[in-house]
């Protein structure tokens, strides 16, 4: 491809970028300025990337007797003539909205239909310029701009494959970078006459990068065309598709284009990866919906395991059922009762050798029903406790163990009611901290069995701030941090050192997938921590799927919060919510961040999706894959 990416003032346009949206305004302001201004707050609410008039110079543009004695015209240009004439804004005007767009965060963008205009728009620095599919085939206008050295954007409605052919070959001798968008320039254009699939050709024929400029009714088509790799969408924005006008009723309302915007970025994200891996959410639903191999009946060690011995049963803990007839005929290596679980030592595999050592401040995530099983043989440092709600139903009583610290990870869910500190609902805030200092009481009591924990138990706690429907506005994520600062001050911290923790940009709760909006920025984290005294619980998988989100650097954000870190959570992450990926199977990349973590001297634990499972293997599997970077 001549250019892969062109960059629009700051935003790159090309392969693997998302689509760059343009909100057409176009002369859909009547020629009143602040309805202009409001079709620039409609863009930006919407999120597009730019916002994009028209301006002519109608004593270059038209013959004196087109634009004067329009009787001599036919009907249809009458009308329309009159409708461009009315919807006309100054100069001044147009300085204004760039100003106006600047302010709030846009790219100003305005097609010239002229020479005189190109040059009235060279005085506002507009970062590239539009073309209407009129223009297409108008060399000297086009020979003018690229004179600018400015990219420029052309549409090819109501142009044949020659004249666009002709156009770019222009185009080249020039050197003029380019986008070519697709287009049918019908008021609206009927979904049979559009032909997507142009796209593809143009891309190929010309080796450019490709876009779509929309004037059908409703969005399907646009996102379609995102979906089939359109660079650029451009479709036209209006307060009111009723109002008088040329391109009003073909437009896109504020709800209308806010959707279009929304729905391209998840279908972006939806493109992202042509990997496949079993997600959080999955494991989950997995676990409590599928099923396992168990037995029908007792079966004693050495017995031949015969097909009647076997059926599949909920929840899956054990054994595939697609390794049902793999198992017939193999012998029982243990007494297995009734529904009790197959597992792969029953396939013959041998039992991973739970062997790992190290001087490091490592340690193992546990769960009170598994914690002597997950530390035999073993000898790590502490024992880090998930809790859920339902464990803390019961006392917490353990064996004496004077050689572990004690850290505890506080519940996000309490029976099935999301914990959230963040929440402007007073009711689930005051939930929340009733909650968490319940818990915080029954670590109190769990302390004494951990002789090595300090005098304040590490307690992890995720501080909330999910969303359901989207990312909330950063003027809300602002609020959220303060209910944040305001409701942990009302925790009971005694004899408790509470590590927040970095979240993930798609949590999965309740096996589903939200919206996290706080405690995914390292300079957010860093600043609220520092502002309200608190120390961090760093998760490496966490962090990798933001910063893939984010497009930042994992080993930057690491070493932004390290000097508040005082608890690791280890796994790998793949995409944006691909986490708790087992170690080296994912995108971070371990040896360069291993050497920060080191540093960083603290405690630090495995935290692998059912890495529990047969012992805590996952983990040993992770710990002992890191010991090549000196874990």
């Known amino acids: 491809m001549k250019n892969k990416v062109i960059h629009i003032g700051e935003k790159p346009v090309g392969e693997n970028c998302p689509a760059f949206i343009i909100a057409e305004a176009g002369i859909n302001h009547n020629g009143k300025i602040e309805l202009a201004k409001k079709l620039i707050d409609v863009a930006v609410e919407a999120r597009a990337d730019a916002v994009k008039f028209q301006m002519r110079d109608f004593k270059t543009l038209y013959t004196e007797n087109a634009f004067n004695n329009t009787k001599h015209e036919d009907i249809a240009s009458q009308y329309l003539l009159s409708l461009i004439r009315e919807s006309t804004l100054s100069e ?26 190109v040059e009235t728009l060279e005085k506002l620095n507009v970062p590239a310029y539009k073309l209407a599919s009129a223009d297409l085939v108008n060399l000297e206008l086009i020979e003018h701009i690229a004179s600018k050295n400015k990219p420029l954007i052309l549409s090819t409605g109501m142009s044949s494959p020659e004249e ?60 379609a065309a995102a979906t089939l790799g359109a660079k650029v969408i451009e479709r036209h924005i209006t307060l009111d598709r009723t109002m008088t006008g040329p391109d009003h009723a073909i437009s896109l309302e504020p709800a209308g284009i806010i959707k279009l915007v929304r729905d391209i970025r998840r279908i972006e994200e939806a493109l992202q990866s042509d990997r496949k891996f079993i997600t959080a959410g999955e494991f989950m639903n997995r676990k409590i919906l599928g099923k396992s191999l168990v037995a029908t009946r007792p079966i004693k060690s050495g017995e031949t395991i015969t097909r009647d011995m076997i059926t599949a049963k909920s929840p899956a ?87 572990l610290e004690l850290i505890a990870h506080a519940p996000e869910l309490w029976g099935d009611k999301l914990l959230d500190f963040c929440s402007d609902d007073t009711g689930v805030t005051k939930t929340s901290i009733n909650h968490i200092n319940d818990f915080l009481e029954k670590v109190r009591e769990a302390r004494k069995y951990f002789g090595k924990t300090p005098p304040k138990v590490k307690v992890v706690l995720h501080p909330g701030g999910m969303s359901y429907n989207g990312f909330v506005s950063k003027k809300d994520r602002a609020k959220m941090y303060t209910r944040l600062g305001n409701a942990l001050k009302k925790l009971n ?35 609220f921590a520092k502002k309200y005294g608190y120390s961090l619980c760093y998760d490496s998988s966490h962090a990798q799927l933001y910063c893939t989100f984010a497009k930042k650097d994992p080993v930057e954000f690491f070493k932004t919060l390290k000097p508040l870190v005082k608890h690791i959570h280890l796994s790998d992450g793949v995409g944006t919510d691909g986490e708790g990926i087992q170690i080296d199977e994912g995108d971070v990349r371990w040896s360069k961040l291993m050497p920060e973590i080191l540093r960083a001297n603290v405690t630090m634990a495995p935290e692998i999706w059912m890495g529990h499972r047969y012992n805590g293997e996952g983990f040993l599997v992770a710990l002992n894959r890191l010991k090549k970077f000196n874990l």
């Open 317 to 403: 803990k054990g054994l595939s059922p697609q390794m049902l007839h793999q198992l017939v005929g193999k012998k029982a290596q243990r007494d297995i009762t009734k529904d009790g679980y197959f597992t792969e030592e029953d396939m013959g595999k041998k039992k991973y050798e739970r062997a790992f050592s190290s001087k490091r401040k490592w340690g193992l995530i546990v769960r009170p029903h598994d914690f002597e099983e997950m530390i035999e043989g073993l000898a790590p440092r502490f024992a880090e406790f998930h809790f859920s709600s339902h464990d803390l139903a019961h006392p917490l009583v353990f064996k004496n163990h004077t050689e």
């Open 164 to 223: 666009i052919e002709t156009t770019v070959k222009h185009l080249d001798s020039l050197g003029a970078e380019y986008i070519l968008l697709h287009c049918n320039s019908a008021y609206p254009a009927a979904a049979k006459d559009i032909n997507l699939r142009y796209m593809d050709t143009l891309r190929e024929k010309f080796d450019c990068i490709v876009g779509y400029s929309g004037h059908e009714l409703g969005l399907a088509i646009s996102m």
């Open 493 to 527: 911290t005694t004899g408790i050192e509470l590590l927040l923790e970095n979240l993930p940009p798609f949590p999965w709760y309740k096996g589903g997938a939200w919206f996290s909006n706080t405690f995914m920025d390292a300079e957010e984290i860093r600043d």
């Open 92 to 117: 001044e005007n147009f300085k204004e909205l760039s100003r106006y767009a600047k302010q709030k965060g846009i790219i100003f963008l305005c097609t010239p239909w002229d020479i005189a205009s």
